[in-house]
Nanobody, 121 residues
Framework: QLVESGGDLVQPGGSLRLSCAAS????????VAWFRQAPGKEREALLC????????YFADSALGRFTISRDNAKNSAYLQMNSLKPEDTATYYC????????????????WGQGTQVTVSS
């Protein structure tokens, strides 16, 4: 099971750190990706991190603003979001799969329930 937390209402230009905590299994050998879905839009892959710590950006909108990290000792992964914009408003999900990263949501078996991020003044 994956559980996201850290979503909130934040003003434009603000920052948030989302957490993804795993329970019932070890994330150590899994890749973890962050997706988001805004109302009326498709789920969008943002970034992915390998078990080794290497990361991949899938969304141009995340470049220079979002960073993915993980702490295997805490069985958790994180999404640091800076310089938030109103268009970042969405439900954010973490997902895990073994071995390699993917931008396709259908490649992931384990999902969290999502955490809401609202960027508004």
């Amino acid at each position: 099971q994956l559980v996201e937390s850290g979503g909130d209402l934040v003003q434009p230009g603000g920052s948030l750190r989302l957490s993804c905590a795993a329970s019932g299994f070890s994330l150590n050998n899994y890749t973890v990706a962050w997706f988001r879905q805004a109302p009326g839009k498709e789920r969008e892959a943002l970034l992915c991190i390998l078990s080794s710590g290497g990361s991949t950006y899938f969304a141009d909108s995340a470049l220079g603003r979002f960073t993915i990290s993980r702490d295997n000792a805490k069985n958790s992964a994180y999404l640091q979001m800076n310089s938030l914009k109103p268009e970042d408003t969405a439900t954010y999900y973490c997902a895990a799969r073994p071995y390699y990263c993917s931008r396709s949501s259908t490649d992931f078996d384990s999902w969290g329930q999502g955490t809401q991020v609202t960027v508004s003044s």
